[in-house]
């Protein structure tokens, strides 16, 4: 089946800093790739859609300016939180979907911790 | 904008009972519809998916569901339950909207199976 990668799948950074977070699609092409947050005991919030080679989408109240996404090639896109702060703390997890079909797989998800 | 209703937060069943997890969305075009389960500390994992065809769908696990669309409901049902069906339960609704096809989640089920 189709496998998506994150990396890192745990992250501790310092207030002010930036993080980046990496999605690959491991064994298909991802023209549409997908990231959300999901804050403990909560849903999955989608923040923004993203399509090789075109600028993000985001969700409303989602700020494109501190949540970068680029999405370079068909099996990569990142996700770089920039300036972090502690509220920025969540479950970060990202999407791809192939081609052909409108099934997404799912990363493992990237745990953020911001002090 | 498309929503996805779940109706219980929190289900509490003993072993061998019947499950029905409702989820109800809002949205008038063609749409794709999901379970998601996610085990304590895992990462989300596909149940079922209706795309198109019989509303009955059956899933991993013994689960199934079943699209109505007068109702735009897809409820998750599985006959008898066991205590590794304790989990988180999504239901997902792919469908149309700005910058392409998105998949959008419901606010999830806790799910608690007592041995």
Same mark, same amino acid.
């Given at each position: 089946?189709?496998?998506?990668?994150?990396?890192?799948?745990?992250? !501790?950074?310092?207030?002010?800093?930036?993080?980046?977070?990496?999605?690959?699609?491991?064994?298909?092409?991802?023209?549409?790739? /997908?990231?959300?947050?999901?804050?403990?005991?909560?849903?999955?919030?989608?923040?923004?859609?993203?399509? @090789?080679?075109?600028?993000?989408?985001?969700?409303?109240?989602?700020?494109?300016?501190?949540?970068? =996404?680029?999405?370079a090639?068909?099996?990569?896109?990142?996700?770089?939180?920039?300036?972090?702060?502690?509220?920025?703390?969540?479950?970060?997890?990202?999407?791809?979907?192939?081609?052909?079909?409108? @099934?997404?797989?799912?990363?493992?998800?990237t745990?953020?911790?911001?002090? | 904008?498309q929503?996805?209703?779940?109706?219980?937060?929190?289900?509490?069943?003993?072993e061998?009972?019947?499950?029905?997890?409702?989820?109800?969305?809002?949205?008038g075009?063609?749409?794709?519809l999901?379970?998601?389960?996610?085990?304590?500390?895992?990462?989300?994992?596909?149940?079922?998916?209706? &795309?198109?065809?019989?509303?009955?769908?059956?899933g =991993?696990?013994?689960? @199934?569901? @079943?699209?109505?669309?007068?109702? &735009?409901? /897809?409820?998750?049902?599985?006959?008898?339950?066991?205590?590794?069906?304790?989990?988180?339960y /999504?239901?997902?609704v792919?469908?149309l909207?700005?910058?392409?096809?998105?998949? !959008?989640?419901?606010a999830?089920?806790?799910?608690f199976?007592?041995a």
């Open positions: 089946g189709a496998v998506v990668s994150q990396h890192p799948s745990w992250v !501790i950074c310092k207030s002010g800093t930036s993080v980046k977070i990496e999605c690959r699609s491991l064994d298909f092409q991802a023209t549409t790739m /997908f990231w959300y947050r999901q804050f403990p005991k909560q849903s999955l919030m989608l923040m923004a859609t993203s399509n @090789e080679g075109s600028k993000a989408t985001y969700e409303q109240g989602v700020e494109k300016d501190k949540f970068l =996404i680029n999405h090639s068909l099996t990569l896109s990142t996700l770089t939180v920039t300036s972090a702060h502690p509220e920025d703390s969540s479950f970060y997890i990202c999407s791809a979907r192939g081609t052909s079909t409108y @099934e997404q797989y799912f990363g493992p998800g745990r953020l911790t911001v002090t | 904008a929503s996805v209703s779940q109706h219980n937060h929190h289900v509490i069943l003993s061998a009972a019947s499950l029905e997890l409702g989820c109800n969305y809002s949205y075009g063609t749409v794709n999901f379970w998601y389960v996610q085990y304590p500390g895992q990462h989300l994992q596909l149940l079922l998916k209706y &795309f198109s065809g019989d509303p009955l769908v059956k =991993i696990k013994g689960f @199934e569901a @079943e699209f109505i669309k007068s109702k &735009f409901s /897809f409820n998750l049902r599985k006959p008898s339950v066991q205590w590794s069906d304790t989990a988180e /999504f239901c997902a792919n469908a909207g700005a910058g392409g096809f998105k998949t !959008i989640f419901g999830g089920t806790r799910l199976v007592k």
